[in-house]
Protein backbone atom coordinates (compact mmCIF):
# COMPACT_ATOMS: atom_id res chain seq x y z
CA UNK A 1 0.00 0.00 0.00
CA UNK A 2 1.43 3.34 -1.12
CA UNK A 3 2.02 6.30 1.84
CA UNK A 4 -1.04 8.81 1.80
CA UNK A 5 -1.52 11.50 -0.37
CA UNK A 6 -2.96 14.74 0.46
CA UNK A 7 -3.61 18.02 -0.89
CA UNK A 8 -2.15 18.69 -4.62
CA UNK A 9 -0.93 15.65 -4.83
CA UNK A 10 -3.42 13.69 -4.82
CA UNK A 11 -4.87 15.69 -7.09
CA UNK A 12 -1.96 15.40 -9.17
CA UNK A 13 -2.72 12.01 -8.98
CA UNK A 14 -5.92 11.12 -9.69
CA UNK A 15 -5.79 13.76 -12.98
CA UNK A 16 -3.09 11.73 -14.53
CA UNK A 17 -4.80 8.35 -14.09
CA UNK A 18 -8.13 10.39 -15.52
CA UNK A 19 -6.05 11.51 -18.76
CA UNK A 20 -4.16 8.37 -19.29
CA UNK A 21 -7.78 6.30 -18.91
CA UNK A 22 -6.09 4.13 -16.47
CA UNK A 23 -7.53 2.80 -13.20
CA UNK A 24 -6.42 4.34 -9.58
CA UNK A 25 -5.06 1.60 -7.71
CA UNK A 26 -4.05 1.01 -4.62
CA UNK A 27 -3.91 4.63 -3.07
CA UNK A 28 -4.55 5.96 0.04
CA UNK A 29 -6.26 9.72 0.00
CA UNK A 30 -6.38 11.66 3.63
CA UNK A 31 -7.63 15.39 3.96
CA UNK A 32 -8.44 15.86 0.09
CA UNK A 33 -11.27 18.10 -0.87
CA UNK A 34 -12.08 16.76 -4.18
CA UNK A 35 -14.55 19.78 -4.46
CA UNK A 36 -16.55 21.44 -7.39
CA UNK A 37 -14.69 19.14 -9.63
CA UNK A 38 -15.73 16.38 -12.41
CA UNK A 39 -14.85 12.73 -12.43
CA UNK A 40 -15.76 11.02 -14.81
CA UNK A 41 -15.71 6.89 -17.07
CA UNK A 42 -12.95 5.86 -14.06
CA UNK A 43 -12.02 2.90 -11.66
CA UNK A 44 -10.46 3.03 -8.21
CA UNK A 45 -9.41 -0.07 -7.07
CA UNK A 46 -7.98 -1.08 -3.15
CA UNK A 47 -7.91 2.42 -2.47
CA UNK A 48 -8.53 4.72 0.92
CA UNK A 49 -10.21 7.67 1.38
CA UNK A 50 -9.72 9.48 5.30
CA UNK A 51 -11.45 12.87 5.69
CA UNK A 52 -12.15 13.34 1.88
CA UNK A 53 -14.69 15.16 0.45
CA UNK A 54 -16.91 15.81 -2.87
CA UNK A 55 -18.73 18.60 -2.01
CA UNK A 56 -20.40 19.70 -5.05
CA UNK A 57 -18.53 17.48 -7.48
CA UNK A 58 -20.31 15.23 -9.98
CA UNK A 59 -19.05 11.62 -10.53
CA UNK A 60 -20.08 9.89 -13.68
CA UNK A 61 -19.49 6.36 -14.30
CA UNK A 62 -17.04 6.27 -11.50
CA UNK A 63 -16.75 2.10 -10.15
CA UNK A 64 -15.13 1.90 -6.31
CA UNK A 65 -14.09 -1.74 -5.80
CA UNK A 66 -12.46 -3.15 -2.88
CA UNK A 67 -12.21 0.82 -1.54
CA UNK A 68 -12.23 2.12 2.26
CA UNK A 69 -13.96 5.63 3.05
CA UNK A 70 -13.92 6.73 6.26
CA UNK A 71 -15.47 9.94 7.41
CA UNK A 72 -15.84 11.17 3.76
CA UNK A 73 -18.30 13.60 2.92
CA UNK A 74 -20.70 13.14 -0.50
CA UNK A 75 -22.97 16.30 -0.03
CA UNK A 76 -24.57 18.23 -2.45
CA UNK A 77 -22.60 15.79 -5.12
CA UNK A 78 -23.88 14.33 -8.11
CA UNK A 79 -23.21 10.43 -8.67
CA UNK A 80 -24.52 9.35 -11.82
CA UNK A 81 -24.17 5.51 -12.99
CA UNK A 82 -21.66 5.00 -10.10
CA UNK A 83 -20.84 1.46 -8.27
CA UNK A 84 -19.69 0.53 -5.30
CA UNK A 85 -18.60 -3.28 -5.15
CA UNK A 86 -17.50 -4.64 -1.48
CA UNK A 87 -16.74 -1.51 -0.13
CA UNK A 88 -17.01 -0.29 3.48
CA UNK A 89 -17.83 3.22 4.13
CA UNK A 90 -17.89 4.63 7.56
CA UNK A 91 -18.57 7.64 9.48
CA UNK A 92 -19.67 9.09 6.06
CA UNK A 93 -22.28 11.50 4.58
CA UNK A 94 -24.47 11.99 1.72
CA UNK A 95 -26.44 14.85 2.17
CA UNK A 96 -28.40 16.06 -0.03
CA UNK A 97 -26.82 13.71 -2.16
CA UNK A 98 -28.00 13.46 -5.92
CA UNK A 99 -27.72 10.38 -7.71
CA UNK A 100 -29.45 7.95 -10.98
CA UNK A 101 -28.85 4.35 -10.93
CA UNK A 102 -26.49 4.03 -8.24
CA UNK A 103 -25.58 -0.14 -7.40
CA UNK A 104 -24.02 -1.01 -4.32
CA UNK A 105 -22.84 -4.69 -4.32
CA UNK A 106 -21.29 -6.46 -1.09
CA UNK A 107 -20.67 -2.74 0.90
CA UNK A 108 -20.61 -2.14 4.37
CA UNK A 109 -22.00 1.29 5.74
CA UNK A 110 -22.23 2.08 9.63
CA UNK A 111 -22.82 5.21 10.34
CA UNK A 112 -23.97 6.29 7.21
CA UNK A 113 -26.19 9.70 7.04
CA UNK A 114 -28.03 10.13 3.30
CA UNK A 115 -30.72 12.68 4.88
CA UNK A 116 -32.79 13.95 2.16
CA UNK A 117 -30.38 12.10 -0.50
CA UNK A 118 -31.98 11.34 -4.24
CA UNK A 119 -31.33 7.66 -4.87
CA UNK A 120 -34.21 7.33 -7.54
CA UNK A 121 -33.53 3.56 -8.84
CA UNK A 122 -30.78 2.62 -6.93
CA UNK A 123 -29.79 -0.86 -6.12
CA UNK A 124 -28.65 -2.33 -2.64
CA UNK A 125 -27.86 -6.24 -3.20
CA UNK A 126 -26.14 -7.84 -0.36
CA UNK A 127 -25.05 -4.83 2.13
CA UNK A 128 -25.02 -4.49 5.45
CA UNK A 129 -26.03 -1.48 6.89
CA UNK A 130 -25.84 -0.50 10.60
CA UNK A 131 -27.08 3.40 11.83
CA UNK A 132 -27.75 4.19 8.34
CA UNK A 133 -29.85 7.41 7.95
CA UNK A 134 -32.39 7.58 5.07
CA UNK A 135 -34.42 10.58 6.80
CA UNK A 136 -36.30 12.53 3.98
CA UNK A 137 -34.66 10.54 1.16
CA UNK A 138 -35.70 10.05 -1.96
CA UNK A 139 -35.70 5.86 -2.61
CA UNK A 140 -38.35 5.90 -5.55
CA UNK A 141 -37.87 2.55 -7.61
CA UNK A 142 -35.45 1.41 -5.52
CA UNK A 143 -34.74 -1.95 -5.14
CA UNK A 144 -32.86 -4.16 -2.26
CA UNK A 145 -32.24 -7.35 -1.88
CA UNK A 146 -30.18 -9.66 0.45
CA UNK A 147 -29.44 -6.92 2.44
CA UNK A 148 -28.93 -6.36 5.94
CA UNK A 149 -30.17 -3.18 8.51
CA UNK A 150 -30.22 -2.58 11.59
CA UNK A 151 -31.50 0.79 13.18
CA UNK A 152 -31.78 1.80 9.82
CA UNK A 153 -33.76 5.21 9.40
CA UNK A 154 -36.50 5.49 6.97
CA UNK A 155 -38.37 8.05 8.47
CA UNK A 156 -40.55 10.57 6.11
CA UNK A 157 -38.65 8.77 3.01
CA UNK A 158 -40.55 8.45 -0.42
CA UNK A 159 -40.53 4.68 -1.04
CA UNK A 160 -42.85 4.99 -3.90
CA UNK A 161 -42.58 2.13 -6.08
CA UNK A 162 -39.54 0.88 -4.21
CA UNK A 163 -38.84 -2.88 -4.01
CA UNK A 164 -37.50 -5.22 -1.01
CA UNK A 165 -37.51 -8.68 -0.97
CA UNK A 166 -36.65 -10.75 1.60
CA UNK A 167 -35.51 -8.05 4.32
CA UNK A 168 -35.60 -8.02 8.18
CA UNK A 169 -36.44 -4.40 8.76
CA UNK A 170 -38.17 -5.03 12.35
CA UNK A 171 -35.18 -2.74 13.83
CA UNK A 172 -35.84 0.28 11.60
CA UNK A 173 -38.05 3.39 11.48
CA UNK A 174 -40.62 3.78 8.76
CA UNK A 175 -42.49 6.65 10.48
CA UNK A 176 -44.30 8.95 8.08
CA UNK A 177 -43.39 7.17 4.75
CA UNK A 178 -44.79 8.08 1.09
CA UNK A 179 -45.02 4.69 -0.70
CA UNK A 180 -47.14 4.00 -3.01
CA UNK A 181 -46.61 0.97 -4.37
CA UNK A 182 -43.63 -0.08 -2.41
CA UNK A 183 -43.15 -4.13 -2.24
CA UNK A 184 -42.45 -5.69 0.60
CA UNK A 185 -42.08 -9.15 -0.26
CA UNK A 186 -40.80 -12.15 2.08
CA UNK A 187 -39.65 -9.50 4.37
CA UNK A 188 -40.13 -9.26 8.62
CA UNK A 189 -41.65 -5.70 9.79
CA UNK A 190 -43.07 -7.27 13.14
CA UNK A 191 -43.86 -4.87 16.05
CA UNK A 192 -43.52 -1.60 13.90
CA UNK A 193 -45.17 1.60 14.04
CA UNK A 194 -46.49 3.14 10.63
CA UNK A 195 -49.10 5.22 12.25
CA UNK A 196 -50.05 8.08 9.11
CA UNK A 197 -48.10 6.22 6.58
CA UNK A 198 -49.31 6.39 2.99
CA UNK A 199 -48.98 2.95 1.34
CA UNK A 200 -51.39 2.67 -1.03
CA UNK A 201 -51.10 -0.32 -3.09
CA UNK A 202 -48.78 -2.20 -0.71
CA UNK A 203 -47.59 -5.63 -1.79
CA UNK A 204 -46.88 -7.47 1.27
CA UNK A 205 -47.09 -11.36 -0.16
CA UNK A 206 -45.73 -13.68 2.36
CA UNK A 207 -44.31 -10.79 4.31
CA UNK A 208 -44.59 -11.03 8.49
CA UNK A 209 -46.58 -8.29 10.08
CA UNK A 210 -47.52 -9.32 13.05
CA UNK A 211 -48.30 -6.39 15.64
CA UNK A 212 -47.64 -4.04 13.13
CA UNK A 213 -49.19 -0.55 13.82
CA UNK A 214 -50.90 0.35 10.99
CA UNK A 215 -53.46 3.10 12.21
CA UNK A 216 -54.83 5.85 10.40
CA UNK A 217 -52.83 4.82 7.56
CA UNK A 218 -53.82 5.12 3.87
CA UNK A 219 -54.07 1.46 2.33
CA UNK A 220 -56.01 1.19 -0.25
CA UNK A 221 -55.20 -1.72 -2.82
CA UNK A 222 -52.76 -3.16 -0.32
CA UNK A 223 -51.92 -7.26 -0.83
CA UNK A 224 -51.59 -8.79 1.88
CA UNK A 225 -51.32 -12.80 0.19
CA UNK A 226 -49.59 -15.29 2.67
CA UNK A 227 -49.07 -13.24 5.27
CA UNK A 228 -48.46 -13.01 8.91
CA UNK A 229 -50.74 -10.21 10.28
CA UNK A 230 -52.00 -11.54 14.24
CA UNK A 231 -52.17 -8.56 16.27
CA UNK A 232 -51.82 -6.07 13.87
CA UNK A 233 -53.67 -2.74 14.40
CA UNK A 234 -55.44 -0.93 11.65
CA UNK A 235 -57.87 1.30 13.34
CA UNK A 236 -59.53 3.93 11.33
CA UNK A 237 -57.18 3.68 8.28
CA UNK A 238 -58.64 3.03 4.61
CA UNK A 239 -58.75 -0.17 3.33
CA UNK A 240 -60.44 0.16 0.56
CA UNK A 241 -60.40 -2.82 -1.79
CA UNK A 242 -57.06 -4.12 0.28
CA UNK A 243 -56.87 -8.19 -0.48
CA UNK A 244 -56.17 -10.81 1.89
CA UNK A 245 -55.70 -14.40 0.52
CA UNK A 246 -54.71 -17.12 3.14
CA UNK A 247 -53.76 -14.17 5.50
CA UNK A 248 -53.42 -14.68 9.18
CA UNK A 249 -55.40 -12.04 10.90
CA UNK A 250 -55.69 -13.22 14.46
CA UNK A 251 -57.25 -10.96 17.18
CA UNK A 252 -56.16 -7.80 15.12
CA UNK A 253 -58.27 -4.60 15.37
CA UNK A 254 -59.57 -2.78 12.62
CA UNK A 255 -61.79 -0.72 14.34
CA UNK A 256 -63.66 2.25 12.25
CA UNK A 257 -61.77 0.77 8.99
CA UNK A 258 -63.24 1.07 5.97
CA UNK A 259 -62.96 -2.29 3.45
CA UNK A 260 -64.95 -0.90 1.35
CA UNK A 261 -65.16 -3.87 -1.67
CA UNK A 262 -62.03 -5.58 0.05
CA UNK A 263 -61.23 -9.30 -0.42
CA UNK A 264 -61.01 -11.29 2.61
CA UNK A 265 -60.44 -15.05 0.52
CA UNK A 266 -59.67 -17.97 3.25
CA UNK A 267 -57.95 -16.18 5.95
CA UNK A 268 -58.06 -16.51 10.09
CA UNK A 269 -59.44 -13.79 11.53
CA UNK A 270 -60.41 -15.45 14.66
CA UNK A 271 -61.25 -12.77 17.85
CA UNK A 272 -60.39 -9.88 15.66
CA UNK A 273 -62.47 -6.69 16.58
CA UNK A 274 -63.90 -4.72 13.91
CA UNK A 275 -66.43 -2.31 15.56
CA UNK A 276 -67.92 -0.05 13.48
CA UNK A 277 -65.90 -1.12 10.53
CA UNK A 278 -67.16 -0.24 6.78
CA UNK A 279 -67.10 -3.02 4.82
CA UNK A 280 -70.26 -2.60 2.53
CA UNK A 281 -69.59 -5.01 -0.25
CA UNK A 282 -66.73 -6.66 0.84
CA UNK A 283 -66.72 -10.72 0.50
CA UNK A 284 -65.05 -13.09 2.92
CA UNK A 285 -65.17 -16.27 1.46
CA UNK A 286 -64.33 -19.37 3.48
CA UNK A 287 -62.44 -16.82 6.03
CA UNK A 288 -62.63 -17.49 9.57
CA UNK A 289 -64.58 -15.12 11.89
CA UNK A 290 -65.55 -16.30 14.93
CA UNK A 291 -65.65 -14.93 18.03
CA UNK A 292 -64.83 -11.74 15.86
CA UNK A 293 -66.32 -8.61 17.30
CA UNK A 294 -68.62 -7.14 14.32
CA UNK A 295 -70.59 -4.86 16.25
CA UNK A 296 -71.72 -1.64 14.20
CA UNK A 297 -69.99 -2.92 11.24
CA UNK A 298 -72.07 -2.03 7.48
CA UNK A 299 -72.16 -4.99 6.05
CA UNK A 300 -74.36 -3.98 3.20
CA UNK A 301 -74.43 -6.15 0.02
CA UNK A 302 -71.14 -7.96 2.16
CA UNK A 303 -70.51 -11.66 1.12
CA UNK A 304 -70.60 -14.28 3.72
CA UNK A 305 -70.76 -17.06 2.39
CA UNK A 306 -68.76 -20.14 3.86
CA UNK A 307 -67.21 -17.54 6.44
CA UNK A 308 -67.15 -19.23 10.17
CA UNK A 309 -68.91 -16.96 11.92
CA UNK A 310 -68.78 -18.89 15.12
CA UNK A 311 -69.79 -16.59 18.38
CA UNK A 312 -69.08 -13.14 16.36
CA UNK A 313 -70.62 -10.72 17.65
CA UNK A 314 -72.89 -8.71 15.01
CA UNK A 315 -75.38 -6.62 17.05
CA UNK A 316 -76.10 -3.27 15.28
CA UNK A 317 -74.20 -4.61 12.16
CA UNK A 318 -76.33 -3.30 8.52
CA UNK A 319 -76.45 -6.98 7.06
CA UNK A 320 -78.75 -5.30 4.21
CA UNK A 321 -78.64 -7.25 1.58
CA UNK A 322 -75.71 -9.22 2.76
CA UNK A 323 -75.55 -12.88 1.49
CA UNK A 324 -74.71 -15.56 4.22
CA UNK A 325 -75.16 -19.59 4.93
CA UNK A 326 -78.06 -20.07 6.97
CA UNK A 327 -75.92 -23.24 8.78
CA UNK A 328 -73.59 -20.64 10.17
CA UNK A 329 -75.92 -19.01 12.05
CA UNK A 330 -76.76 -20.37 15.23
CA UNK A 331 -74.06 -19.24 17.62
CA UNK A 332 -73.50 -15.50 16.08
CA UNK A 333 -75.01 -12.76 17.69
CA UNK A 334 -77.04 -10.47 15.80
CA UNK A 335 -79.78 -7.44 16.52
CA UNK A 336 -83.71 -8.81 16.59
CA UNK A 337 -84.73 -7.93 12.99
CA UNK A 338 -81.57 -7.34 11.34
CA UNK A 339 -82.42 -8.48 7.69
CA UNK A 340 -79.61 -10.73 5.24
CA UNK A 341 -79.80 -12.48 2.25
CA UNK A 342 -79.27 -16.17 3.18
CA UNK A 343 -77.69 -19.07 0.00
CA UNK A 344 -80.30 -21.64 0.30
CA UNK A 345 -78.49 -25.49 -1.42
CA UNK A 346 -80.40 -24.21 -4.49
CA UNK A 347 -78.44 -21.37 -4.56
CA UNK A 348 -81.06 -18.64 -5.15
CA UNK A 349 -81.35 -16.31 -2.64
CA UNK A 350 -84.15 -14.85 -0.26
CA UNK A 351 -84.71 -12.40 2.42
CA UNK A 352 -84.40 -13.44 5.86
CA UNK A 353 -84.95 -12.15 9.11
CA UNK A 354 -82.49 -12.84 11.53
CA UNK A 355 -83.89 -13.97 15.26
CA UNK A 356 -82.63 -12.57 18.09
CA UNK A 357 -79.36 -14.15 19.80
Not at 185 to 202: F, I, R, Y
Not at 241 to 258: F, G, K, N, V
Amino acid sequence: MSDWLEGIEALKAVKKNQQNSEPVTDLKFCRVAFDRLLFDDMHFIECQFDAVTFHESVLESITFIDCKFNKVSFDSAQLLNCSFVQCSLTDCTAVVLFSEELSMVDCQLTRFDATRATLKMARFVKVTCVDVVFLYANLEMSATVQTTHQHTNFSRANLQKAAFQGIDLTTCSLTDIQATKVVFSECELDGLDLTGAVLTNMQCNKASLQGVIFNTCELTGANFTDAKMNGAQMRRSNLTLASWLRTELRDCCLDQASLVQARVIRSDACGSSLLNVDAKQSVWHLSNLSDAKMSGANLHQADLIGADLTRADLTQATLSFAKLDKSIQEDTRFSIGAKATIMPANDSYAEFILAAS
